[in-house]
């Protein structure tokens, strides 16, 4: 049985459609780093996180270690500010549950931590499909409507660190925290998925 021209030109019109269609609704995915604190969300991502990490702190790293005074010294890339929330809030850990004193003179102290932070900020991301509309006239570049989508916001710490009597430190394992505040997007509402909850 041949197919008529009509049918044809039918057919070649619903496979164009489909494509175009399939095209619009390709899965997508990103991730991109915050550089920066602005906002609530984000300071609450990040100081949950830190607060998660330090609570990570296994003990039999620290329990040796009660009673004695400990010089901290920490490293980060950039953010002294960042830096420096994270040492206070990890001074607080040893003295609460290891009576671990943090002095800032080298010569006065037990023992020694060395606490390298590998990530101290938030990062987003982006997952589903989508119907971008930037090459709408009047619409920015990143400007979509979302049919299904999963739309990340995470405070990330992570550090390891080298303890021990000064001059004889051993490595703890990495250990990372991540605290959410993610978003189920649909066409018509945006549903919340959180861990940040109430503390």
Do not use: W
């Not at 990890?90 to 006065?108: C, G, H, K, Q, W």
């Not at 570049?141 to 995470?154: C, G, S, Y």
């Not at 925290?177 to 549903?191: H, V």
Request: proline share 3%; aromatic share 8%.
């Amino acid at each position: 049985m041949a197919l008529k021209l009509d049918d044809i030109s039918m057919l070649t019109t619903r496979l164009l459609i489909a494509t175009l269609v399939l095209v619009l609704l390709a899965g997508c995915g990103s991730r991109q780093l915050q550089d920066s604190l602005v906002g609530s969300t984000a300071q609450r991502l990040v100081t949950f996180s830190i607060d998660d990490l330090v609570r990570q702190l296994p003990d039999e790293d620290f329990t040796a270690h009660t009673g004695q005074r400990m010089h901290l010294e920490s490293h980060f890339i950039q953010y002294p500010e960042i830096r420096a929330y994270a040492d206070e809030r990890l001074s607080v850990e040893l003295a609460n549950r290891f009576d671990i004193e943090v002095v800032s003179r080298y010569e006065t102290a037990d023992a020694t931590l060395k606490v390298f932070y590998t990530s101290l900020g938030t990062d987003q991301g982006f997952q589903g499909f989508s119907v971008p509309l930037g090459f709408v006239p009047g619409m920015t570049e990143t400007a979509r409507v979302n049919l299904i989508t999963l739309e990340q916001f995470h405070g990330v710490a992570e550090m390891y660190y080298y303890v021990g009597e000064t001059g004889s430190e051993r490595r703890g394992d990495v250990i990372q925290a991540r605290t959410r505040t993610d978003a189920i997007g649909l066409p018509i509402i945006t549903i919340p998925i959180s861990t940040i909850g109430s503390r």
